[in-house]
């Protein structure tokens, strides 16, 4: 099955000089990513928008979070993806930022395995990949920003991931349309961990396609 968007100006247009990056993981993801577990075999036809623009839907509100300062380089930045799996956001936000240290948090070996070839494969030098559960990850100084697509629900994910957040960092999590009821039902959790001003944000992938959510959650 061929992806119908190969080759589209949207995608370039979305992904910019990440697209030669994203273009080889694209294809070992076509080639591999079914037999390997990684997506589902009705998936093969749409990665670029379901996986890869999806993600990249992120990027803006990671952009915002770290401020002018980290993505000019004059101040130090970190961001940590949990649960990366096949390397989404993780990978794709490393393509698209590319001078940003990204630590990629998967505990599963496989998947560990596959996210170390990929990052080989696009020549990533910004990528480190943690074989660990999120919470085991040592808390401290804290990343400025923390991403996760499909990991948790907010009641369990806020108590895995805001305590990797460093303080006025923040946690940008790719959430389905029950994203709201999500945040009201983790209001308790949320709080526990630190996080302060949960909201949901509708994110757009690009022109023509349907937009995301993301929760975004501030840490005092
Ligand atoms: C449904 S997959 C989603 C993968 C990817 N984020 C995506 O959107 O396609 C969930 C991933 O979270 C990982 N995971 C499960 N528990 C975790 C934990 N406590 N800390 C970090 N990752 C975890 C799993 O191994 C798996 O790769």
Redo the contacts with the bound molecule.
Sequence with gaps: MVDELNGSPIVADVLGDALEPLTLFHTKLENEGEPRG??GPRDVSIIWER?ILN?AAIVPFIKEALGEDRLAGRKKASVA??????????LIVASMLPNIPVTL????ER?VEWLNECVELMGLSNVTVLR?????VPIHPGFDVVT?????PMTKLSG?ALPLVRSHGRLVA?KGRSAQAEIDKAAKEIRKHGGVNPRVVEAPVAPGLESTHVVIVDKR
Excluded: K, N, Q, Y
Aim: proline share 6%.
């Design positions: 990684l997506i996986h993600s993806d949990i649960g990366s799996g096949g390397g989404f956001p993780g948090i998967e505990p599963m998947r660990a559960r999120a919470e085991e996760c697509r499909a990991v948790a895995w790719l």
